[in-house]
């Protein structure tokens, strides 16, 4: 490509959601580039193989929706690279192994915890049918409301204050339906007294490509599209010229008519001038998290358990742990396996000063002192980082975003995407986003 060139629509960032939109605006007969900053696509789905290891950077992904269409757009793209697994996901609580979601699994509590947590459930549902307890204004309230004291403090507000690393009460509650398991009151009674009850099961089976890592999506979508792509083009200006926009990495130019961006709201306002103080002080407000990976390779077996959640902060920084080789045979060595952990954080706290070694080091021996792996066993490791990993939704959200949306609007740049939408949106909520941008179903 030439140092300048013009196109009909700019894309910036060539995840997920910039790659399906290239592909689906080109099927629609559309111009397109997309411009994204890094060596290569996938953003957040992006996978990295060595020694026989595979392990995915933006934290263990797994393929599943409500979405049907979205779930049969991304099986089509994958075609013989799938294989499917049963979710035999658990909770890691007080030495066990509790079954997930934690409300599906409370006959496995110690006695004296069962108790707690189905009296309080049961009080808490006899208090909100009468009225007695007001309606939540955040997040932690809404889990003391929806699932009573016990569960709340055995699981719910430990567990998520680890992985959004915030407080729950600063955090909005408008975002859970859908995305906190939240079960029939006859499932929880079923499962304190020990009958076998399925929570979540939209994703009780789950599809993983068989070689190559949750990046093996991106690069089957992005197959007919390889010549519209352009990695190491940071967008670092955006600004106008007639009608069209101009935009460049300081050392290249694209002009189109059109932005499209998918890049995280953060780096879009750096990139654009004269944006009014008010709009760079609401993104400036957002709130997000970061994530770093901890890769293990081992000789010998894991659990036969896909993913491992630890809410207990004694047993380690981790908020999950997986077992990628559980998910294909092909992302471990033969006779190896492999485990992922995640810790989220931000920037200017403990985990962010802590060094790959020290990460590794803190994840081992938690997973030692877990049973789950014994020393001499690890043969591989290694780490990830990603700026970008969870959108928070604290209790200012819903005002920040308003400003922002309406000032893109205003601007005519279209905003898709996980952190330019800035919602907790999974592959399939970036796929769904993708489809109705281009105005079409792409299963017909
Ligand atoms: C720990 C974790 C686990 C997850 N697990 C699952 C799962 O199991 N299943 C699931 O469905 N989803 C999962 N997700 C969500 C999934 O990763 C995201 O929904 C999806 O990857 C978001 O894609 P995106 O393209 O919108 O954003 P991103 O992947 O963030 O892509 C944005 C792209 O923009 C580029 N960029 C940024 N700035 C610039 C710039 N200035 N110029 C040019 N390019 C730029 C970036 O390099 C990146 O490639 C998980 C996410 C996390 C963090």
Redesign the pocket.
């Given at each position: 490509m030439s140092n300048n060139s013009e196109v009909k629509t700019v894309i910036?960032?060539?995840?997920?959601?910039?790659i399906t939109l290239a592909r689906l605006l080109k099927e629609n007969g559309e111009d397109v580039v997309v411009?994204?900053?890094?060596e290569g696509?996938?953003?957040?789905?992006r996978s990295r193989t060595e020694k026989g290891f595979t392990f995915d950077t933006?934290?263990?992904?797994?393929?599943?929706s409500r979405d049907c269409d979205v779930l049969s757009f991304m099986e089509n793209v994958l075609g013989k690279n799938i294989d499917h697994r049963h979710r035999n996901t658990k909770i890691y609580y007080k030495g066990q192994y509790v079954k997930y979601p934690f409300e599906n699994g409370l006959h496995q509590l110690p006695q004296e915890d069962l108790f707690f947590c189905i009296s309080e459930f049961i009080k808490t549902l006899v208090k909100v049918e009468r009225g007695e307890i007001a309606p939540p204004e955040n997040f932690r309230e809404w889990i003391y409301y929806t699932f009573g004291k016990g569960i709340a403090e055995s699981y719910m507000v430990p567990y998520n204050e680890k992985i959004w690393n915030y407080p729950t009460d600063k955090m909005s509650h408008h975002w859970v339906d859908g995305r906190v398991p939240r079960p029939p009151v006859d499932d929880v009674i079923r499962s304190a007294i020990g009958i076998d009850t399925e929570g979540y099961t939209h994703q009780s089976v789950f599809g993983y490509p068989v070689h190559g890592g949750i990046e093996a999506l991106v690069r089957a979508v992005a197959a007919p599209v390889a010549d519209e792509i352009l990695c190491r083009?940071?967008?670092t200006s955006l600004r106008r010229k007639g009608d069209l926009w101009v935009v460049s990495d300081g050392d290249r130019t694209v002009e189109g008519e059109r932005i499209i961006s998918?890049?995280?709201l953060q780096?879009l306002v750096t990139?654009l001038e004269n944006v009014p103080g008010t709009v760079s002080t609401a993104v400036r407000n957002l709130k997000y998290n970061s994530?770093a990976c901890v890769y293990i390779g081992i000789k010998g077996e894991v659990p036969d358990i896909s993913w491992l959640y630890i809410p207990d902060p004694d047993t380690g920084l981790e908020n999950r742990v997986s077992f990628p080789s559980n998910y294909s045979t092909e992302v471990a060595p033969p006779g190896h396996s492999s485990i992922l952990a995640?810790i989220t954080y931000n920037e200017g706290d403990t985990v962010s000063g802590m060094s790959d070694n020290e990460l590794i080091d803190h994840i081992t021996g938690s997973l030692e002192r877990m049973g789950i792996i014994s020393p001499g066993q690890v043969v591989y490791t290694g780490t990830d980082r990603?700026k970008?990993?969870?959108v928070v939704y604290d209790l200012h959200y819903l005002n920040n975003i308003r400003v922002i949306r309406d000032y893109f609007e205003q601007e005519r740049i279209s905003l898709v995407?996980?952190?330019?939408q800035f919602e907790y949106?999974?592959?399939?909520?970036?796929i769904r986003s993708a489809i109705d941008f281009a105005g079409r179903d792409v299963c017909r």
């Open positions: 910036l960032g060539g995840g997920l959601t910039g411009l994204e900053a890094e696509i996938g953003g957040l789905c933006g934290g263990s992904h797994i393929l599943f083009f940071k967008v998918t890049i995280p780096n990139a994530v995640e990603q970008y990993a969870y995407g996980r952190f330019s949106l999974n592959m399939d909520g970036c």
